[in-house]
């Protein structure tokens, strides 16, 4: 296989479950800006229609692997950050956090708690996604702006 092949694959994987890294990683890609926004896009789209449909298939797989699946669960900071969260943004806010912030699998999960509107929750998502792509993704490669060191600038 060739390395472009193997970039496509791993951007179109990656962007299904952790997109803001696998923004960064299309960004600093060999691939061209057209190709390195449609992978990672793509990958989106497939993460967000993946576990958004299958989301019942998953959820019984999951508690099935569970031993205390009907037990306590722990109330942590997490959590109740998410509960904030989906109080204080609805579903708007959550898919617009999901995919820089959260991953597509907990935005989705948390949007399907919000609403069982799946065309509404893959329609928020998808444009958070291309929000999210254009801003860290074109301006690295077509202004040369690497938004990656800006941020992490903000940490030092």
């Known amino acids: 296989m060739s390395a472009k092949l193997i970039e496509v694959v791993l951007i179109l994987v990656g962007s299904a479950f952790?997109?803001?890294?696998?923004?960064?990683?299309?960004?600093?890609?060999?691939?061209?800006?057209?190709?390195?926004?449609?992978?990672?896009?793509?990958?989106?789209?497939?993460?967000?229609?993946?576990?958004?449909?299958?989301?019942?298939?998953?959820?019984?797989?999951?508690?099935?692997?569970?031993?205390?699946?009907?037990?306590?669960?722990?109330?942590?900071?997490?959590?109740?950050?998410?509960?904030?969260?989906?109080r204080r943004f609805g579903l708007k806010g959550i898919a617009f956090l999901t995919p820089i912030i959260l991953t597509i699998p907990v935005g989705v999960a948390i949007s399907l708690t919000l609403t069982h509107d799946k065309?509404?929750?893959?329609?928020?998502?998808?444009i958070s996604c291309f929000f999210w792509t254009s801003v860290i993704l074109l301006p690295y490669k077509l202004l040369h702006i690497d938004i990656s060191e800006w941020v992490l600038g903000w940490f030092k």
């Not at 696998?22 to 896009?41: E, H, R, Y």
């Open 119 to 126: 065309a509404k929750i893959v329609k928020y998502i998808l």
């Open 18 to 86: 952790k997109y803001s890294f696998s923004t960064v990683f299309a960004a600093d890609s060999s691939l061209g800006t057209i190709a390195a926004f449609t992978a990672n896009f793509l990958g989106g789209v497939w993460g967000v229609l993946c576990f958004t449909y299958l989301e019942d298939k998953v959820k019984r797989w999951y508690i099935r692997r569970r031993k205390n699946a009907g037990k306590y669960r722990a109330f942590t900071r997490w959590n109740k950050l998410l509960v904030k969260l989906r």
